[in-house]
């Protein structure tokens, strides 16, 4: 998956700054910056939930230009977009009314046209892969925080995404609750899912991405190694970063 050059503004406020970023296959690249800097504008305009005013993106087969003059896509290619690259939000947006099979399965069964059977057969493993097989028949408001996140990873994953994109995903969580989310997409990169991240937990995007960016002001100011990154910075604002980030969650 790649992005080029790609700009946000909201009015006349200037969130993205001409952002690229390549992501290979079975990579997992973490995004992460002070509230404020892009990183879920960003992620968010990967699979075009935000449409970019100008850029490139591109994501397997799909190839969309942005810029004065050029029409937005459609529905039917956001859709088929979608589809090849999941998401996963800060909360969860389950369907209340749905047991927790038929939040995983409604996708592959309305968009992909699965069969229902061989959905809840889908559905049944995944749901097993994030350790709630018990769950299957429960409703979101019998769950913790934690279990309707591993739900809605089980959702995202059931669409079989090419990459997928985490939006903070335990910001919303209690402390307790949140190491059972991070060993669900730990498991993920473990398997060679393309994944991007963005997160404000450092030990794990040090211990799980194979790239980290920082970014500041609308811009990617640094990427690279965890270990440059997060172990060793060299760009000052960045030292500040994790430095102020260190301190308010000691």
Not at 49 to 73: I, M, N, S, V
Not at 83 to 93: E, S
Not at 100 to 111: F, R
Not at 123 to 144: C, H
């Amino acid at each position: 998956m790649s992005a080029e050059g790609i700009h946000k503004a909201f009015g006349t406020h200037q969130v993205l700054k001409g952002v690229s970023l390549d992501v290979a296959r079975g990579e997992v690249v973490t995004l992460i910056g002070a509230s404020g800097s892009g990183k879920s504008t960003f992620l968010r305009c990967l699979n075009l939930l935000e449409l970019p005013q100008a850029g490139k993106l591109a994501a397997g087969e799909h190839r969309f230009e942005f810029g004065t003059g050029r029409k937005a896509p459609d529905d039917a290619r956001l859709a088929l977009l979608r589809r090849d690259v999941g998401m996963v939000f800060q909360h969860f947006n389950l369907f209340p009314h749905m047991n927790v099979l038929a939040n995983v399965t409604e996708g592959p069964v309305q968009v992909k046209g699965m069969a229902k059977a061989e959905a809840n057969e889908l559905g049944r493993d995944l749901l097993d892969k994030v350790g709630l097989a018990d769950k299957a028949d429960a409703f979101p408001s019998r769950l913790s925080g934690g279990q309707k996140q591993r739900v809605a990873i089980a959702r995202a994953l059931a669409m079989k995404p090419d990459v997928m994109l985490f939006d903070e995903v335990t910001s919303a969580l209690d402390p307790e609750l949140v190491s059972e989310v991070l060993a669900v997409i730990r498991n993920l990169a473990a398997e060679g899912m393309t994944m991007i991240l963005v997160t404000h937990e450092m030990a794990f995007a040090a211990d799980v991405s194979n790239r980290v960016g920082f970014m500041n002001e609308g811009v990617m100011a640094e990427i690279g190694s965890p270990d440059d990154v997060i172990r060793k910075p060299r760009n000052p604002r960045l030292a500040t970063f994790l430095e102020r980030f260190h301190q308010g969650h000691g």
